[in-house]
């Protein structure tokens, strides 16, 4: 079992940044494959990025791309979501989620994860 708990989240102004951390309680980090989603009010979880085991390729929602960038650490069991030029359209929870295996092709399913965060909101004001 594999506790995920994000923090970072809070209210910033549109244009603002935010760093979003993901810290897991896996004793091996590496073998997790991470994404990040979000959900507004009234709408679907959805896919806002992700990252390969040892982070050498990342993926992104085409809302968020060249704006926000997915890292992670893996002597600390963290993963990052550094969000830049925020938009109000970018309020949502935020929810990291990991999954473990060696097959990433469905990683913008939500499906395809095994552990899920609680989740951090972040607020965007106009």
């Known amino acids: 079992q594999v506790q995920l708990v994000e923090s970072g989240g809070g209210l910033v102004q549109a244009g603002g940044s935010l760093r979003l951390s993901c810290a897991a309680s896996?004793?091996?980090?590496?073998?997790?494959?991470m994404g990040w989603f979000r959900q507004a009010p009234g709408k679907e979880r959805e896919f806002v990025g992700a990252?390969?085991?040892?982070?050498?390729?990342?993926y992104y929602a085409d809302s968020v791309k060249g704006r926000f960038t997915i890292s992670r650490d893996n002597d600390k069991n963290t993963a990052y979501l550094q969000m830049n030029s925020l938009k109000p359209e970018d309020t949502a929870v935020y929810y990291c989620?990991?999954?473990?295996?060696?097959?990433?092709?469905?990683?913008?399913?939500?499906?395809?994860?095994?552990?899920w965060g609680q989740g951090t909101q972040v607020t965007v004001s106009s």
């Open positions: 989620a990991a999954h473990l295996g060696n097959d990433g092709r469905r990683f913008r399913d939500k499906e395809f994860y095994d552990y």
């Open positions: 896996a004793r091996t980090f590496s073998s997790y494959f």
């Open positions: 990252i390969t085991w040892r982070g050498s390729t990342t």
